[in-house]
């Protein structure tokens, strides 16, 4: 798409109770003193400098853009003061989408900026790109899952703990909460804000993969709650904010020590350790090599890292996704597996079975595709043709006497193997041998596939051939 001019009219607060007119100025002609080139690859850090030498001076900044799919551009005006025209340094940029950032600027308000300064703004913006400059802060969140309490704290390194709320509720197992606290490292605010958004995905995906909990950011939203007399009657219902807050914000960084450390307890790899919720726990606890863990889930190369936190990110789709959706939940498990899949087309073919095998050992994989309800079929017919193994659409009795527990036992099963794969997959840092578990040698191989996929797309052909002779005969 061409660049077009806007017919939008966008206002901003101007700092002393007005609206100020954000123009679009990438169609005006006239002397543009100041012009820019920035490479591809520096492009995105140069724009967050730009954001964070307005913070860091106290300007202020307002931004009119277009975005196609291959080419952005836009117009940026950088105001010195408050007010409805005051100094200002106004900037036009286009990027492609593999292309050079270029820019070009001038001086702007009444009065305007001197050019001399608005270059000096420009080549400050220069001097912190070629100097890296960033900035670290403490930065909050509150992580909320359903379980059991977290009532002590753990020091994943010295710069991310996972602390206890103020608050538990009055019964063991519900809605519980883990206070993250952790430095961050950003260019400026903006970058801060964007980092510290990635760690919190991280820090639920590493979560989800080693406790087995699903933890969701803690937010405050809109829903019905009833009214409850002192005689224990709804009397009323009404729609209120609900949400977990902490009363007490610490002013810095927590130190260590400040709460008693969480429960640890020895878990042998491969294994997970005790599966479910024994007469002996009364808060959650953690496997002693957590913090191993953690350091070598930091230490993988970046293509790695987004390759396990894509298959951890599957694991969490399927837990927002239980109990109600149970097919849905055993099919993104099945994903989440084949995502530790090698890189390469060559792998493409490999199916959970095969990285079962491959991280959990062949009996496992050999037991798991056994079942009843092969996860591998699950998963197939779910994706593909939306069939519902676990008969959601179906009338729920209470007590059915005649139940088929088959889909159960391997929801139990697949649960467990999943997050085996998981952390064995971290542990050998995705290096591992491939083993391809032999198939069924009742069910058709992967050529047999392929050679049915061919002929169902020639049949097409001929269909799609046939139909346009007889259009053409009887035209």
């Known amino acids: 798409m061409a660049k077009e001019k ?33 490479s591809a690859k520096e492009a995105e850090t140069w724009m967050l400098h730009l954001d964070a030498e307005v913070e860091e001076r106290q300007w202020s900044a307002s931004s009119f853009s277009q975005l196609d799919a291959l080419e952005n551009s836009g117009t940026l005006t950088v105001n010195a003061a408050n007010g409805q025209s005051p100094p200002s340094i106004q900037l036009v940029w286009e ?9 070009k600027g001038r001086s702007a308000g009444t009065p305007p900026m001197p ?35 977290w009532r002590g704290e753990l020091w994943l390194d010295s710069d991310h703990r996972l602390g206890p709320p103020s608050k538990h509720p009055d019964f063991l ?5 883990i206070v993250l606290d952790t430095m961050v490292e950003g260019i400026g605010r903006h970058g801060v804000d964007a980092n510290f958004a990635a760690l919190i995905q991280e820090v639920r995906v590493f979560l989800g993969i080693l406790l087995g909990i699903a933890p969701e950011v ?8 009833s009214v409850v007399d002192t005689n224990g009657t709804i009397s009323d219902c009404k729609v209120q904010s609900i949400g977990y807050v902490e009363l007490s914000v610490p002013s810095s960084f927590p130190a260590a020590g400040q709460s008693p450390p969480v429960e640890k307890r020895a878990v042998a790899r ?24 953690w350091r070598m889930f930091r230490d993988l190369p970046g293509s790695k890292r987004d390759n396990l936190l894509r298959a951890g990110n599957a694991q969490l789709i399927a837990r927002s996704l239980w109990p109600e959706q149970r097919t849905a939940y055993a099919a993104f498990l099945v994903v989440a597996c084949e995502a530790l899949k090698p890189p390469g087309r060559r792998n493409d073919w490999m199916n959970i079975y095969d990285v079962v095998a491959s991280l959990g050992g062949e009996d496992l994989a050999r037991d798991l595709r056994s079942l009843s309800f092969a996860p591998q079929r699950v998963r197939s017919k779910h994706l593909h043709r939306g069939e519902l193994a676990a008969g959601e659409l179906l009338p729920m009795l209470m007590h059915d006497h005649f139940r088929d527990p088959s889909f159960d036992e391997m929801l139990r099963m697949l ?11 971290l542990r050998c840092g995705g290096d591992y041998r491939i083993v391809r578990l032999p198939r069924d040698a009742n069910k058709p191989g992967a050529l047999a596939w392929i050679w ?24």
């Open 173 to 177: 197992i519900g809605p519980q909460v």
């Open 270 to 293: 491969p294994d997970l350790g005790p599966y479910g919720i024994t007469s002996d726990m009364n808060e959650e606890w953690v496997p002693s090599d957590i913090e191993q863990l």
């Open 218 to 225: 803690s937010q405050f939203h809109n829903a019905w709650v």
């Open 6 to 38: 806007s017919s939008a009219e966008v206002r901003v607060a101007d700092g002393t109770g007005g609206m100020r007119t954000v123009a679009d100025l990438r169609f005006e002609d006239g002397d543009w003193p100041i012009e820019l080139v920035v």
């Open 415 to 425: 649960s467990r193997v999943t997050r085996l794969c998981l952390i064995e997959w």
């Open 452 to 475: 049915k996929w061919c002929v169902a797309r020639i049949n097409e052909a001929w269909v799609y051939v046939m139909r346009a002779i007889t259009r053409s005969s009887s035209a």
């Open 95 to 103: 990027k492609s989408r593999a292309g050079d950032l270029r820019i």
């Open 115 to 149: 050019v001399e300064e608005a270059r000096a703004f420009v080549e400050a913006v220069n001097a912190r790109q070629r100097t890296g400059k960033t900035i670290i802060v403490h930065r909050r969140a509150l992580l909320s899952y359903e379980g059991l309490p």
